[in-house]
């Protein structure tokens, strides 16, 4: 059948204004200034300010730094409480913070941005780029006398896309919640999360490699180590150190400039104490099994992809807003929007159980039974928090960021974390 020029004329129309344009809703991050506060109430917004105050004055924690971002621009910030009780120094917008686990969003992104240039498939066995993860074996028996134990082989390798999934079936050595785990990882000197030693990721992970798995891979969810062996993952891909590929590729390119594994000493003189209570009073957290001044002094060589990286609200936001951007910031795109769909896509079925929330590549997702339970997001808000009690999320729908940033150990009473995302989402209009 032959179309007439005018019918083909208005066919091309319509497609044309059909298809998505890339980068349409590309912003950038930018203060409110005196513009009417977009699609967020003002009153509502005053509230959570009270909430804040309200969390310093009644000591549960000894100071944060918050900021919400509605459609780019910044419609809350606050800086309350101090960022050194001993020193008495007062916290500030531009301060840093170590954001521990926020940093496996980072690790994953640099991963997915790998995985767009063809290296590798996200089904492909980590041995083929760690030797050293071939023949994987499974925990079957273990004796606390001795810590010996005795394993089987694992049911298939081990995936690339297990280990952004945490079903990988590796463990979280001091943090892990199996005590075995915990007294395997230690006998072997694997370093969980931070160091001030002179170790190397590729040291860390080729001994990991040698050691028992959780169970089969794929199996089941287990929060693991997993993003620290794509740290080194992508060193052996890219050809670059991890630090320089996250500086190169991530935070120069998103205006980043705050966050890294290690401070500069002007920098460093803005990281957060870690504070813990102890009869009511706030001191600084002693050194344990990590030191927690690890971000400006020590070795420096250790790059943790699961947990090293220290970072500003400011910072983060920005990286937070290349996602709602559907991958573009500053005039620069980091990923593709239909990467983005498949890293907000659920990775592990029903592994989670029914708790509201699904895993995508490195991210935590509300589902529509989180969305029904109420005060957390709409569908596919993306979020998750730091092992030094830092928090976000991202709501693609709202457009909405929201980012809670205090550095505690140990209880403190702490309530802000629930009710500052509640009461964000309570907000918008």
């Known amino acids: 059948m032959k179309i007439a020029p005018s019918t083909q004329l208005l066919l091309f129309i319509f497609l044309v ?85 926020q940093s496996k969003a980072i690790t994953s992104t640099a991963v997915m941005m790998l995985w767009e240039e063809g290296k590798f498939s996200l089904d492909d066995p980590i041995s083929k780029f760690i030797p050293e993860f071939a023949q994987p074996q499974v925990l079957t028996n273990f004796r606390y006398g001795d810590t010996t134990y005795s394993s089987r082989p694992a049911s298939r390798e081990i995936r690339i896309r297990d280990l952004l999934t945490h079903t990988s079936g590796l463990g979280y050595g001091v943090i892990d919640g199996d005590e075995r785990f915990k007294m395997i990882y230690n006998k072997a000197g694997i370093v969980d999360l931070f160091t001030t030693k002179p170790v190397k990721i590729s040291d860390n992970i080729k001994k990991l490699a040698k050691l028992p798995l959780h169970h089969d891979p794929g ?47 002007s920098q460093g003189e803005r990281l957060v104490t870690v504070h813990r209570k102890v009869d009511g009073e706030w001191e600084a957290y002693p050194i344990t099994f990590y030191d927690t001044d690890y971000p400006k002094k020590g070795a420096k060589t250790f790059f943790s992809g699961g947990a090293g990286l220290s ?55 509300v589902d529509q039974q989180g969305v029904a339970k109420g005060g957390i997001g709409s569908l596919g ?49």
């Open 219 to 265: 199996s089941q969810y287990t929060y693991s180590l997993g993003l620290d062996v794509l740290g080194y993952f992508i060193e052996i891909v890219s050809g670059m150190p991890f630090d320089q590929f996250l500086k190169t590729r991530i935070f120069d390119p998103l205006g980043m400039s705050d966050t890294g594994f290690y401070l500069s000493d």
């Open 17 to 101: 204004l059909s298809m998505p344009v890339l980068g349409q809703h590309s912003v950038n991050i930018t203060p409110l200034g005196d513009q009417v506060m977009p699609g967020i109430s003002k009153e509502r917004i005053q509230k959570i300010d009270g909430m804040l105050e309200e969390t310093i004055s009644s000591n549960q924690v000894p100071g944060l730094v918050a900021m919400i971002v509605k459609d780019g621009k910044i419609v809350y910030q606050a800086a309350k409480g101090f960022a050194d009780v001993p020193s008495g120094n007062e916290m500030e917008m531009d301060q840093i913070f170590r954001i521990a686990s």
């Open 311 to 365: 970072s500003t609200a400011l910072d983060y936001a920005k990286f937070l807003q290349m996602y709602l951007n559907g991958g573009t910031y500053n005039g620069v795109r980091l990923l593709s929007p239909t990467t983005i769909k498949t890293i907000m896509s659920n990775q592990v079925g029903d592994l989670l159980g029914n708790g509201g929330k699904d895993y995508g590549l490195a991210f935590g997702l």
């Open 381 to 429: 808000t993306f979020d998750w928090g730091g092992y030094f009690n830092t928090q976000y999320f991202a709501d693609p729908v709202t457009n909405t960021i929201g980012i809670l940033m205090k550095q505690t150990q140990g209880g403190t009473g702490d309530q802000s974390g629930w009710k500052f995302r509640q009461m964000v989402f309570s907000a918008i209009e």
